[in-house]
Every structure is written in structure tokens, then in C-alpha cells.
């Protein structure tokens, strides 16, 4: 990861991208990806950012970026797709204000002390207006949230009771340098805040939003995930349990994305999230939360399936989804043209689809178009249209075909449908054999080093652990991710001190 | 309007309202709105976001309210609309960060001094990090986006420039009344910013902004609307003209809803949004901006169209379309329960279809849904279903019609093509003499007392015509909106001075 390399409250774009001109996608950049993935992941993915255009390193506030209409189409459409799960399955939107006053961070302590040096603080209003506390920008919503929920929930009647809310969360984050989607001190989320009347049910909610992460990331995003319970350690701040979702890479290195908390009565306590039960009894709610961080998540997917040509994209997230260049010589481009013309008015009723007229060469325009990313390009040319041709390349192989005209529309609805799949299987299998068995800490920093993630014993997730979690991050440079959910415990000896292992964990370096 | 009565940072809910208990759509509300719209619209509208549980007044911090489900369900909608139209017209999405810099905002000096007592500042971190400037949570985004734009914008291919970004924005407005939706610290917009060569392409954006305007508010949201150019006291700091829509309500009273900013190049030279122009020759840009407050349409939508039973919505943005309430006997239970989920079945398919199977009166479910503004309800009890009928009521009149249960897919399609624009209809009939035209101020007075809108002479709506302005205020208690976009000047004499008339205005009472 790049670091930030000054600190007069501007982030440096990285050396090798700083200099080029911006395009806005009028004039084509020909240059292509000139860093490879595999050797560079960090220099690939500033130039991706940078060349693609996703997203402006200039503003002029640390660790803040400007998202570009490239990645905000496709975010928009992430959110459609979380949003239209999450309320399938029951959850209401709210919209709640983003500033919450000190005195509710104060209530519940572990959150507080986990957050408290995270949070800006709002002071003071331009007209010398003067606050009786201070007033932080939402670091997350738990206690803007439950304090009303003390007010909405009342009995048995309303429960469960299921409310999301996309918005945006601040974290100033100190230590960690900023990469834009991945990590900044601003980004775009969607939290939901549930009750029951039961631990049970309220477990229940976490497995649901165990599916939920894999319907949409796995299935729609073609983003390959695995779900961790985190160690005591490295759990939400005032949660019982944390599941977070591990997205794989092809470094070897994992990215935390949407992560679900139990927080019991933890919360319910302080803030008087109380309901009148059947049985005439007042009772404290079971909480919990659930926060797909769509801007991060947006990050690891251009990421995890971006290649040295540029971004490639789940089909229905891509901004355009076909792209049409005429290859145009003097004698016949009005045929051509017309053509051209013809498909993109059919193409345009069933994809967002766009005809590139722009006087640059054709080879340009294939460059420009794979780095942003668009699934499928068409090429009709006087030679083409001679023989009532045409030739789609897809973006994810490369793989160019000549069809029939005629048969244009029948070839596209079949990639189309398949595409997305395609994307999520490719992913799927590149991690087969990504978990390797580690006996001791030399097994693992081999396994780590050579791309690897390990599954090893571990004397204890609980607080008393680790210290053997810290010998490995000094060890190896990886972290223990937590025990895979659903998975049975196998293991005898833990990796570090040879204790009798209480879990089985993994093991992975991270972003 | 009610007044915040206590400065302890909360909010009181109005006394009327105030210890009603929470239902959340699950303990149905028997009691309907108690309050006239025509009496005392203040109260009504209270009421109204109470018990249609819009909005919750009960937050923690002055001025900044929570929007519940059934609100935010219309919202999200709304501003799908509004986006479709902006991109439509090819306006392409930004996220910006939502923090500014105080030395941006100093740039442009009118504009400092317009926002700058509204500002709510960021001055530290939980960590104790100190910022060398203060941040400013946006009051708008100007000062943010034309120090990017001065990156974006190289050459006159970059031109035209569109852009917008839905997103909230704070201003700590410090005299004003909070009033959920129309006036809070925080609300929720959409903000275009565009630029462009030449003064006459910006002028031609102003009249789009316009358009589309007429055409989301006006055909889509059934609120009836007037653009005005406002006086130069009253225009957007740092604008050349201001151009924005009054919603017109039955009180009289007008609404101030989306306004387009000609900026001309008073923003594009502080920020030095320049451009290579065709001749060789670098120029300023020229840059309007466009701000439909989506939160605060939503507020004037409700109060403009409802009623005193409730909620009437327009059919697209309805959060449930058709209610469908089976009036049950105990010996006709099954076979009436049977049909009514026959018909949900159907009905899910092609409208947000909700059956109300709660063990409550019918009556009670038909306020409770009425107050909800669900605009169809279908009634089905033994005797209909004796005869193969069933009833159909829609919301925005009243109506009550008896059909063939197999016609009723047929007369749905029918009332939900027509349904808003007969919203908008009657409510543009309503405002056929709503302009009188007046002579002196006695005459004024007299008309916005009847709930018009004048019509009158003005020495002058630039700044030498601020003095008489105020007097109409004092005298009238209503406010000179401006002219009338498009409208020729007509009239002789200053309707307070009796100085010659420069300018053809309107004048009225406004929220």
C-alpha cells in the first residue's frame, strides 16, 4: 500500500500516475495499464483508479476523495441490488442524521472507547453558535439509532423490527494511508439495525446476513467471500460476535468486506431498547447490525477481477454494457456507419449500449474500453459487412468470434445471461486449493509468502489468545481471520505455542 | 408555523401530537387527522408526519429529525425520477466528499458571506489530530467541485460540462422554525453543476433546469409550480440571477422548491475553471447550478396534496399502491380470505400490493390506510363475492365503485395511468385565479389576506428596490417573489412608491 507522503492535508497521487492528463472520456488515453497486477498490485491499482477514472486523489482534505461518474454509476447500481435484498427480506429504509451528540457514544463503553478516536467532532457553527456537547459525524449509527428504537419498540408486536440505512460514515483513521474505495476517511455503506425478542432469532439474523453477503458479493458481484468469526480481539466494539465476510485475491492477501454483529443485550441496556412480551413481562431486545460497506466492497471487486488491460465488470453493473466501433476506411464508411447506427438503436432497447465515433483509431478505442471495463465490444468493418458479419469480443477472456448479424441479438442475450456466472466461476476455482494445513509458524510464513491462506490450530480466539495471534503477525506479516463459520473444530496444537488448540483457524495476510 | 419553544437541543413535538403512542403500522391509529388543513395548516401537517410516521421529531440534536420508512420509501423514489431525467439530459453522477475546506470557501466573496454563519465546523478529531483549517460540512457544494473542476476542464471538448450528485447537505439556519421536510439543519438534495462556453449555453441550461423541473414536479409529483427570477436581495450568494419554482398551496402560501443559479463566470475565475477554447485562447468558463431539495418536495408534496384524512401520494410514489381489505363474517372467512389472496397474487405482480390481515375493524383499517395515502383500496366481503364483485376506492377522491372481480385488473390499469395527472389537474384547476392584480398596497394586503397572489408594478428588483420590498413585508407579511419567468413587463407604477415600474412582479405569503 502506498503511504501517504506528506501532511499538509493533500494526499500525492502515486508517481507514475501523477502527471497524466485528465480524459473525462473525450480524449482516449492509449497507454493502457502499463503496471502488472501481479508484480505491482498497489502501483496496478492506482493506475486503475487513475486511468479508468473512478476516482480524484486531489482533493484537498487528507485521506477524501472524489468518486467519478465511472464508479458511481456502477455504485449506484450496487446499492439497487444490497437494498432490494435486504427489503425482500423485511428490512424498512430510515434515514437518520448523520451527526450524534457525545452523550450517546457515551452510553455503551467498549463501543466508545473502540471509536472515540476515530470520530470528528463537530464544535462550532459559522455564526458563533455554541453547542452544550460536541456533535460527532456518525462513525456508525448504533447510538444515534437505539435511542430511538427505545422509542419505536414497545412490544412483542413490533418485533422483529429490520431498518437499514444507505448513508455515508466518517472515520479519521490515523494510521493507515488512504486507497481510494478501499480505505478513506469517507465512505458509502448501508448499515441495518435489527431486534428480536430472542438470542436465538437474533442468530438467526446473522445467518441470514451470511446469505444475503453471498447472494450479492458471490453471486452478483463475482466477488469469492468466506465468512470468519472473528477472535475476541478483532471484534466490532461493544459486540458479542463478529462474523466478518473475507474476499480472496489472487496476491493471496484478503479484504474484510460486509461483516454482521450479535450484540445481544449489549446495546438493548443502555439505551432502553425494551419491549412488553406475551407473557406481560418487560424484556431488554437482542441487537444486531450489519454493515455492507459499498464503496469498499466496490473497491475489492474492481480489484479481484480487474486485469493489466483494465477494469472488468459484473455485466449489470457496468456503466455501458456494449460498445460499438465502426473500423471505418474512406470508401465505406457511410455503409458502415449506417450499420453501426442501425445496432446501436436495436442494441439500446436491451443494453446500456454506446456507438464510439470518436476520429481516433480503432486501436484506441479497444484500449480505451477495456480499461473501463465495458463486458462486450463490437467491430463491424466494410469486410465484416460484406459477409453480413460481425465480431463481438467479450472483456473478460478477450474471446472474439464473427456472427452473422442477423444472429447478433440471439449471441448477445446468451453472454449476457452468462457472463456475470462466467466471472464468479473463473473466481471460485482460482481458490480451490487457497487454504493450505500448517502444523507450525514456519509452515505458515512459507504458506503466507507463497500466496496461501492457512488453516491451522490455535489455542484460543478468546482474549487470552492473542498473544500467539501477535507472534504471528510479527512472524509471518499475517493475521489469524478467525474460525470459518459452520466449520468443526480439527485441530489439536496450536500453530504458535503447542497448547491443546481450542479452534481451528485461518490465516491470511491482508489489505 | 410552530416555534421551537425550549433551547435545551431538543425538539418538542407540538402538544396535540405529542404523547401519541408509536405504531409503526402494527397497532392501528383509529383516531385519522384531527386537525383541519384549511384552519390551521401548521397543526395539520404535524399531525400528518405523526400519524402517517414520516418523520420523528424526537432526535437528540436541534434541528435535525429522523425520516421513517413510509417516508423514505416515496423519497427513494423521487430521487430515482429526478436522476433518470438529470441523466437523461446528460448530467452524469459525482460523490463528493462532504467536507470543505475553509480557505475554498473564502474564494468567492458573496458567497462566503451568504453561507458562512450557517456553517457547521469540524475542528478536531476524537484522537486529539488538529487540522491546519477548519472543515465545513457542505451548505452547498460549490466551493468543493469548481477546485475539481479546475483539474477536469482542459479544452472546450470537455464542454459542455454536466454533472450532479444527490447527497444531504447541513446549514445551521439559526432563526427559522424547524418544520420536518420543509426546514431542518440537515436535508437531502440533488445538486447539478454545469459548465459551459459561451453565457448563452448556460442561459439555455437554466431554461432545462427549468423543464425539468416542470416536468418531475409538476407531471410526475402533481405539485403545481411557478418559476420566478428573483430579486437581486433574494438571489443564490455568488449567483448572477437566480431562478426558482414557488409551489402554490391552498393557503396561499407559496413554497420555495428547486432554483437554477446563473453563475456566469463569478465562481469559474476565483476557482479558475478554465478552458482551451477552438481559437487557441484560454477562457473562463461559464457555470450554472441547479439544487432540487429532494426532502423538502417531499414535505411540500404531502402538504400540497393531502388531506384531512391523510397522505394523498402520487400512484408512482405510493410505498404500497393497492390495499386489499377483506371484510370477514365469521361464516364466510375462507372463501373471502381464499379470493383476496387470489387477488394479491395477481395484483403483486404489477402494483406494490399490500392485504391487511390484521384482527382490527374494517374501519379501522380504512383510516389507517388512508392516513397512510395508499391510493386504491379493495373491499371484498361475502356479498360481493356472492355477486362475483368487489369494491375499488381511491384514495384521492373518495370514490366508490362496485366491479367484476374479472374486470378488475382492467379498471386498475385504467385508475393508475390517470391517477396523478388527476392529482396534477385538480390541483392546477385550483390555481386558475390565483393571481389578482393590484394597484397599491392596500389592495395587496387585502388579496394575500384572501389567499392570492399578487400581481403588481416594482421601481425595481435590482438592489435599489430592496426598500420597498421590506415595506410590502411589514405592511403584507408577504414577500416579492420576483418576475415571472417569460412574462412581459406591463405595468406603470410601483405598487408601494408609485416610481415608475421597471418590472412586473408577484408577491406572496410564503413558508
Redesign the interface.
Known amino acids: 500500500m502506498h503511504k501517504e507522503n506528506n501532511n ?2 493533500e494526499i500525492q497521487q502515486p508517481a507514475t500516475t501523477k502527471m497524466a ?2 480524459t ?1 472520456g ?2 482516449p488515453d492509449t497507454k493502457g495499464i502499463t503496471c502488472s497486477k501481479e508484480d505491482n498490485f498497489s502501483d496496478w491499482y492506482s493506475e486503475l483508479v487513475q486511468k479508468a477514472e473512478l476516482a ?1 486523489l ?4 487528507k485521506g ?6 465511472w464508479a ?2 456502477s ?2 447500481k450496487m446499492y439497487e441490488k444490497y437494498e432490494r435484498v435486504l427489503e425482500r427480506n423485511g428490512h ?8 450524534i ?1 457525545e ?2 457514544f457515551l452510553l455503551e463503553s467498549s463501543h466508545v472507547a473502540g ?13 458563533g ?1 455554541k ?3 460536541r ?1 460527532a ?1 456518525r462513525p456508525t449509527s448504533e447510538t ?1 439509532l437505539y ?2 428504537y427505545s ?2 419498540i ?2 412483542y ?2 418485533l422483529p ?1 429490520k ?1 437499514y440505512q444507505s448513508c ?1 460514515v ?1 472515520r ?1 483513521e ?1 494510521t493507515k494511508a488512504t486507497r481510494p474505495f478501499l480505505r478513506a476517511r ?1 465512505f ?1 455503506w448501508i448499515e441495518a439495525h435489527n431486534v428480536y425478542a430472542t438470542m436465538d432469532e437474533a442468530k438467526a439474523q446473522v445467518l441470514e446476513d451470511m446469505d444475503m453477503a453471498y447472494e450479492v458479493l458471490q453471486d452478483e458481484f463475482a466477488i469469492p467471500i468466506i465468512f470468519f468469526q472473528r477472535p475476541q480481539w478483532d471484534k466490532f466494539p461493544g459486540a458479542i460476535h463478529t462474523y466478518a465476510a473475507d474476499a480472496l485475491m489472487d496476491s493471496g492477501k484478503v479484504i474484510q468486506l460486509p461483516s454482521t454483529h450479535l450484540l445481544g443485550q449489549n446495546f438493548s441496556k443502555p439505551f432502553n431498547v425494551k419491549f412488553m412480551d406475551k407473557d406481560g413481562i418487560e424484556k431488554y431486545g437482542y441487537i444486531t447490525c450489519y454493515g455492507p460497506a459499498i464503496s469498499r466492497i466496490y473497491g475489492a471487486m474492481i480489484a479481484i477481477l480487474g486485469d493489466d488491460k483494465g477494469l472488468i465488470l459484473p455485466f449489470d453493473l457496468a456503466p455501458k454494457q456494449v460498445v460499438i466501433v465502426p473500423i471505418i476506411f474512406k470508401e465505406s464508411d457511410d455503409a458502415v456507419l449506417k450499420k453501426c447506427q442501425e445496432i446501436e438503436k436495436i442494441l439500446t432497447k436491451k443494453y446500456r449500449t454506446h456507438l464510439d465515433l470518436r476520429t481516433v483509431s480503432a486501436g484506441e478505442k479497444y484500449n480505451h474500453w477495456e480499461i473501463k471495463g465495458i463486458p462486450i465490444r463490437l467491430e463491424l468493418g466494410p469486410r465484416d459487412l460484406a459477409k453480413d458479419e460481425i465480431i463481438i469480443v467479450t472483456r473478460k477472456d478477450g474471446k472474439k468470434k464473427s456472427v452473422k448479424i442477423e444472429e447478433l441479438s440471439h449471441e448477445l442475450s446468451h453472454i449476457a445471461s452468462t457472463y456475470t456466472n462466467d466471472l464468479k466461476d473463473a473466481q471460485l476455482a482460482k481458490f480451490k486449493d487457497f487454504v493450505v494445513d500448517c502444523e507450525n509458524i514456519a509452515e505458515v510464513k512459507l504458506a503466507v509468502d507463497n500466496k496461501k491462506m492457512v488453516r491451522a490450530g490455535f489455542c484460543s480466539t478468546e482474549l487470552d489468545g492473542e498473544k500467539c495471534a501477535a507472534i504471528v503477525e510479527k512472524e509471518t506479516g499475517a493475521f489469524v481471520r478467525g474460525t470459518k463459520f459452520g466449520e468443526k473444530h480439527s485441530k489439536h496444537k496450536c500453530v504458535v505455542c503447542n497448547k491443546p488448540a481450542k479452534d481451528t483457524v485461518y490465516i491470511a495476510k491482508s489489505y
Request: with cysteine; proline share 7%.
Open positions: 499538509k492535508g492528463k485528465k473525462d473525450k480524449e480524484d486531489r482533493y484537498n482534505i477524501f476523495v472524489c468518486y467519478m461518474p458511481v454509476l455504485i449506484k424498512l429504509p430510515l434515514i437518520m442524521p448523520s451527526l451528540p452523550s450517546n471509536f472515540a478516536p476515530e470520530v470528528f467532532w463537530v464544535t462550532e457553527t459559522g455564526a453558535e453547542f452544550q456537547e456533535l459525524l444515534a435511542r430511538m422509542y419505536w414497545r412490544s408486536n413490533d423490527f431498518r455515508q466518517w479519521a490515523a469517507e458509502h
